[in-house]
């Protein structure tokens, strides 16, 4: 059955919003992945120095470990928000997810080093990176379900690249913060100094919430509910009638490596093996990432003309291809290749699958279960990604040389990625209303 819209005296009140949704997804996302950056810097720059015992290659490794730890929950998370996102709603699920977010964030910038409390010290940091990763398995897919039910029919991709462009803004933020950082003296970069950005995300939680709290239910969800068709245990109907779809997403998530390898493992390359100054490793970030503001509009603006598709298979292959000479020009001296070359790999390749996989994605469930749907598939796929710089970093992607397994790894799994994406739907010209209706109307 089709969800009618809401009609009488609330069908006002729940008209579609999509610049508004498009906006609140874009500031908490831009929170979110704040937090979830700095974080990731952190472990490639500071933490092996602050919570390990000695800053060797294995301090290191242990320290990219405990990026890939926040993946492990996401999964788990998924499940939980998902279940309560498609059961009481995509806005009050996104509230809690950011409140989480900020306060796992905020305490790690207060814990004790190992020097102060031994291995409790990296015991309380993977605990609160099981918060930011529970509180991460619910953001993006709710913000994209909502968005996207929010948006026009023809307008959709467009609408919900927004949710990525915003983890764009997060990242570059959080570049920007640590570029100041690491030009610190070492007493005071590994004392107070890098807990300063961990702190100030408070402010912007604090901001964000009051942008998020306004924006009303999605006009999709509150037709459901009115017509009783909420699902009592959405995850049931999921698996039941959309584990394909689900098996799908897991396998084109894995693109999402390339933005992990990019963004953490590309920097300790550059600087351990190209000795290019950590500074300039995290303006070619900024770089990337400014870029990206742009070309993610672009992209989904043109899937929704073309489909999603080609637009997410080009990403996917574009990134293996250009990933190598990226790494290569790590070792280059040639500072204006590396800036060219980190737009290429991340602004004008990977750019293209990040801005359509919101839409590409959910359209392949319905609205009984999208919020489940789409939070689940993303982050078993997701474990790929926070997993990459350190199963790269072990298998020898830091040392010299390393380009070349590093490059490898990148083109196996962005294959896998375009190779799922060729097996699924094309949904671009699919109305809202009929989005994943292959199930019983009533399960």
């Known amino acids: 059955m089709t969800a009618s819209a809401p009609t009488g005296e609330n069908s006002a009140v729940h008209q579609k919003t999509p610049a508004r949704a498009a906006l609140a997804s874009f500031m908490g ?15 490639a720059l500071i933490f092996p120095h602050v919570f390990f015992p000695d800053a060797n290659a294995q301090a290191s490794i242990m320290s990219l470990a405990t990026f890939g730890f926040a993946y492990i929950a996401r999964p788990v998370g998924a499940v939980f928000v998902g279940h309560f996102g498609d059961r009481i709603g995509r806005q009050k699920v996104l509230m809690f997810t950011l409140v989480l977010m ?21 015991a309380i940091l993977v605990l609160c990176r099981l918060m930011q990763g529970l509180s991460a398995a619910g953001e993006q897919a709710g913000a994209s379900s909502l968005t996207l039910e929010h948006a026009p029919d023809n307008r959709r991709s467009f609408f919900t690249s927004w949710t990525l462009t915003g983890t764009q803004g997060g990242q570059i933020l959080a570049a920007l913060i640590f570029v100041p950082v690491v030009a610190l003296p070492d007493e005071i970069k590994y004392g107070i100094g890098w807990r300063i ?39 049931g109907v999921l698996l039941k009638n959309h584990w394909r779809d ?32 950590e500074g300039i490793t995290l303006w070619l970030v900024v770089a990337g990432n400014v870029v990206a503001l742009f070309t993610q509009p672009f ?42 070359l980190s737009v290429l790999v991340f602004s004008c390749g990977y750019a293209a699958a990040n801005a359509v996989w919101p839409s590409f994605y959910s359209e392949m469930f319905s609205a009984r279960v999208r919020f ?23 298998i020898g992607g830091l040392q010299p040389g390393g380009w070349v397994a590093t490059s490898i790894f990148t083109a196996a799994i962005c294959t896998v990625a375009a190779v799922s994406a060729l097996t699924a739907r094309e949904t671009y ?15």
Request: a neutral charge; one cysteine or more; glycine letters at 8%.
């Open 102 to 122: 900020g306060l796992a964030t905020f305490v790690i910038g207060c814990i004790p080093s190992f020097a102060t409390i031994g291995w409790w010290a990296p």
């Open 29 to 43: 996302s831009a929170v979110e992945y704040y937090d979830f950056f700095i974080f990731g810097s952190a472990a």
């Open 429 to 443: 010209q699919v109305p809202t209303a009929e989005l994943g209706l292959r199930e019983p109307a009533k399960v």
């Open 246 to 277: 689900v098996l799908r997403v897991i396998c084109c998530a894995f693109i999402a490596a390339v933005s992990t390898v990019y963004g953490t493992l590309a920097i300790k390359y550059g600087a351990e093996v190209g000795n290019v100054d």
């Open 372 to 394: 489940s749907g789409l939070a689940i598939g993303t982050q078993l796929g997701f474990l790929m990604a926070g997993f990459a710089p350190s199963i790269v970093a072990a």
């Open 299 to 340: 992209f989904g603006n043109l899937a929704d003309r073309i489909g999603r598709k080609p637009v997410f298979i080009y990403g996917a292959l574009s990134s293996a291809v250009a990933m190598p000479l990226y790494l290569l020009s790590m070792e280059s001296g040639n500072m204006l290749l590396q800036f060219a």
């Open 197 to 235: 950005p961990f702190w100030l995300s408070a402010v912007v939680v604090i901001v964000t919430y009051f942008i998020r709290r306004s924006l009303h239910e999605t006009p999709t969800f509150e037709a459901a509910k009115a017509n009783n068709e909420i699902a009592k245990l959405p995850v």
